[in-house]
């Protein structure tokens, strides 16, 4: 059975902002509603928070069986630390985690819908 999924945007306050709709779930790309305020510091912030952290490792074990668990006790142990960054692309490519990695698709479609091209 192939999973379907539809590609929208909407404008809020004059950004456009991806939503993707799988299995007749709204998926809304928080990177794109982050880009009129300086998109990719907010991030980066955002995955210093412990809080954050927290609750992206309890969605990741509830949701992907092939979520990096050791890798994650590693991370949530530096977070909050003055000296702690963390970068979308290390977050994925540590703990291979799906959550954000859908962010990141939604952004790079929505670049290119903001460019002409195809999603």
């Known amino acids: 059975m ?3 999924s539809t590609n929208t945007t909407i404008n809020v306050r004059g950004t456009e ?3 993707v709709q799988r299995e007749g779930q709204d998926y809304i790309s928080l990177t794109d509603m982050l880009k009129a305020k300086d998109g990719d510091f907010f991030i980066s912030d955002w995955l210093r ?8 490792g309890i969605w990741e074990n509830v949701h992907n069986p092939r979520f990096n668990s050791g890798e994650f006790a590693v991370i949530k ?3 909050g630390l003055n000296s702690y ?3 979308v692309k290390e ?3 540590k ?12 952004t790079a479609r929505t670049a ?3 460019e002409g091209g195809a999603g």
């Open 95 to 106: 703990t291979n985690a799906i959550a954000i990695r859908q962010m990141q698709t939604l």
């Open 17 to 19: 902002v991806a939503v």
């Open 49 to 56: 928070n412990r809080n954050t952290v927290e609750f992206l």
């Open 77 to 79: 142990s530096q977070t």
């Open 112 to 114: 290119k819908q903001l």
């Open 85 to 87: 960054k963390l970068s």
């Open 2 to 4: 192939t999973k379907k």
């Open 91 to 93: 977050w994925v490519e």
